[in-house]
Nanobody, 126 residues
Framework: QVQLVESGGGLVQAGGSLRLSCAVS?????????MGWFRQAPGKEREFVAA????????YYANSVKGRFTISRDNAKNTVYLQMNSLKPEDTAVYYC??????????????????WGQGTQVTVSS
């Protein structure tokens, strides 16, 4: 089994910053292929935010967050981070981290991620 726990969400003013963390735990040894961050606002579909190839560290971003968000990982801590700068009200959403043990055809396709965290709320005020 694989469990993911997000933390770091909260309320911040527009232009501010937050850093989200996602700790991964497992009862067995496993090798992940990638981890991603997705977000979902009320009444909207879950959308891709950022992803990282675990071994190579290659990163991928949605156009809406390029230049503002940075995804990174700490192998020793089995943790992935999402540094969010220059936050906008439109960034308000529940943020979820996810991982997959298999190769992906698309880093941005949520359907290709098997394991998901419970989500953490990010609210950006104007």
């Amino acid at each position: 089994q694989v469990q993911l726990v997000e933390s770091g969400g909260g309320l911040v003013q527009a232009g501010g910053s937050l850093r989200l963390s996602c700790a991964v735990s497992s009862g067995r040894t496993f090798s992940r292929y990638a981890m991603g961050w997705f977000r979902q606002a009320p009444g909207k579909e879950r959308e891709f935010v950022a992803a990282i190839n675990w071994s190579a560290g290659s990163t991928y971003y949605a156009n809406s967050v390029k230049g503002r968000f940075t995804i990174s990982r700490d192998n020793a801590k089995n943790t992935v981070y999402l540094q969010m700068n220059s936050l906008k009200p439109e960034d308000t959403a529940v943020y979820y981290c996810a991982t997959t043990l298999l190769r992906l055809s698309s880093y941005s396709d949520s359907r290709e991620y098997r394991y998901w965290g419970q989500g953490t709320q990010v609210t950006v005020s104007s």
